[in-house]
């Protein structure tokens, strides 16, 4: 034992060093068959909790297996899952990435109607300074002192910059902008650049729908 | 048995790798913008700790001296991969994206590498491995004083709950990672001031931990001024 210890030759240390990286590898790989099961689960749990949160009808489908993937006319990647109840449409749940945030991509969720309006605008995914670009992303409701052993209020917990999507349809020409750049949206002082880049995810959703909407409609009644 | 569970203490306050070593600021500075954060990436590296150290004490023995950094290392990345897809896997999905990068960044963690050179190589595998529970559960310790000190600093808020509720514009310097290195720097400075003065109370002279120890720094040459 002591001699492998001193031991310097070149191929022996080699052989050591590989027998170490396959010895960890046999013990990653069962950790790996273990946990992918649960981590798809997780996955899928919030993905299914985000879908809950948008206000869309009552639905029995799973909208992201049937989910078709685009790329929108400001080349966002748009991921588009439509929502039936006993096999008829009856919205749709949009995923959009935007590339532009403060740090990184800054991925909505966004609920719309047949017709094309907004229900409710979810942030999924995003990595904005906390306490400033987050506030524009994060619906939560907050828990203090005095309400921490209440019952939590149910429904969409409120977001001012998200909220003022709700209700609209997103126009077929003319682009949305935040009031900075002469448009007519809130934004937040201090996180303009993750206000815009919500509003464009928003925007550039609401236009891939337009085009692609047909796709899902076909062999649906009228 | 006692020996270990002294080893296991040692960790905690005495050799607090944070606030005494100095050891993985970078973690430290990073990851506690929040209590509960700090407290998940405090666990995540005690699990880390107790199992790198254990494997690496055991082998110690037969690894070849000059391969030993990289032998530790492909151990220690064993546990940060199996740690990692649990966590992906059973954490709360908030806790996970807030860590995000930082949970593979504990290969690099010098507490990590640092107790399994300093350590783990020269004792048995038991005071190892309580070696490793200890540092893990000071470094947890330091991470979530801190991360709950910022939270309440920039919102007022404790482990995500509001305590001062009157408290409605966060003070982002704190949060930021700037703040984080000034409160560090003040928790270090308080602990010192209060080791200092109880060793003057107790008539001894006061002799700083290794990593906070003039004589023990060559920057400024004071062991040859006196």
């Known amino acids: 034992m002591t001699k492998l210890r001193e031991n310097e030759s070149v191929p022996v240390l080699g052989a050591f060093l590989g027998i170490t990286a396959l010895v960890s590898a046999l013990v990653l790989s069962p950790v790996f068959m273990l946990t992918r099961a649960p981590i798809e689960k997780m996955q899928r749990e919030t993905m299914q909790k985000s879908l809950k ?5 009552l639905f029995d489908n799973a909208p992201d297996r049937e989910a078709k993937e685009y790329i929108s006319p400001g080349n966002f990647k748009v991921v588009i899952m439509p929502v039936r109840k006993a096999g008829a449409l009856k919205a749709f749940a949009v995923r959009s990435v935007s590339p532009d945030g403060y740090a990184g991509d800054v991925e909505i969720t966004a609920g719309f109607d047949l017709a094309g309006k907004i229900l409710a605008v979810l942030v999924t995914r995003q990595q904005e300074t906390p306490g400033l670009g987050s506030n524009v992303c994060e619906r939560k409701f907050r828990k ?5 052993f209440q019952p939590r209020p149910v429904g969409l917990p409120p977001n001012h910059i998200l909220d003022q999507f709700h209700g609209k349809t997103v126009p077929e020409k003319e682009s949305w902008k935040v009031k900075r750049d002469g448009g007519s949206f809130d934004f937040v002082t201090g996180a303009t ?30 | 048995m006692k020996k270990a569970f002294k080893d296991m203490l040692k960790g905690i306050w005495k050799e607090n790798p944070v606030l005494v070593l100095l050891l993985g600021t970078c973690p430290t500075l990073a990851t506690t913008s929040s209590a509960a954060n700090g407290l998940a990436m405090g666990l995540a590296t005690t699990c880390v700790l107790a199992g790198s150290n254990l494997v690496i004490s055991c082998i110690a023995g037969i690894v070849p001296k000059k391969i030993r950094i990289p032998v530790y290392i492909v151990v220690i990345a064993t546990f940060v991969s199996a740690v990692d897809m649990l966590m992906k896997a059973y954490s709360p999905p908030a806790i996970y994206s807030a860590l995000g990068i930082f949970i593979p960044l504990i290969v690099v963690n010098c507490i990590v590498l640092g107790r ?25 310790l330091a991470l979530t004083m801190l991360g709950a000190l910022r939270e309440f600093i920039s919102t007022g808020s404790v482990f995500e709950v509001k305590i001062i509720t009157c408290w409605t514009t966060d003070f982002l310097l704190a949060s930021a990672a700037p ?30 931990p290794a990593g906070l120890d003039c004589h023990s720094c060559q920057i400024c040459k004071l062991n040859e001024k006196e």
Do not use: C, W
């Open chain 1, 53 to 57: 949160m948008l206000n869309l009808p």
């Open chain 1, 144 to 148: 203090t002192i005095f309400n921490l």
């Open chain 1, 193 to 222: 650049i993750t206000s815009r880049a919500v509003t464009a995810a928003v925007e550039q959703a609401g236009k891939t729908l337009r085009l692609h909407m047909e796709d899902f409609m076909k062999g649906e009644k009228k």
């Open chain 2, 116 to 140: 399994a050179e300093a350590f783990a190589s020269k004792n048995n595998p038991v005071r190892s491995v309580f070696d490793g529970i200890g540092m893990g559960l000071g470094f947890s």
């Open chain 2, 179 to 208: 703040g984080a290195f000034v409160i560090l720097g003040v928790i270090l400075a308080a602990k010192n001031h209060f080791a200092r003065r109880a060793a003057i109370k107790a008539g001894k002279l006061y002799v700083p």
